[in-house]
């Protein structure tokens, strides 16, 4: 979980403002899901924890309602971690 949590820490250090937007749009999404059912664990903006309804929100909209800018998802800033076969021994 430590390597995780280094992962996100770095993302969020990495956003640092510089990616456009407003302050509604600007900043990191971190949602955390089981790799085999999909079932949500949790979900935070810019590490404050965020509700269900408020996540299913922030990824059904293309475009920030505020400011006008594209918030298409950036795989390259996803971090996968394997299910709990690979996590076993991780510990």
């Known amino acids: 979980m430590r390597l ?3 992962r ?3 993302l969020e250090a ?12 600007r900043g990191v999404l971190t949602v955390i899901r089981s790799t085999e ?4 664990y949790s979900a935070s903006w810019n590490g404050g924890a965020i509700s269900e ?4 929100e922030r990824e059904a909209v293309a475009k920030c309602p505020r400011c006008g800018r ?3 998802g ?10 709990h076969k690979a996590m076993r021994g991780a510990e």
């Open 74 to 83: 950036d795989e390259s800033a996803t971090i996968k971690v394997g299910g």
């Open 14 to 25: 990495a956003s640092g403002g510089n990616s456009g937007g407003c302050e509604r749009c």
């Open 53 to 56: 309804d408020e996540l299913g």
């Open 70 to 72: 594209g918030l298409a």
């Open 4 to 6: 995780l949590e280094r």
């Open 8 to 10: 996100v820490a770095a």
């Open 37 to 40: 059912t999909g079932a949500l």
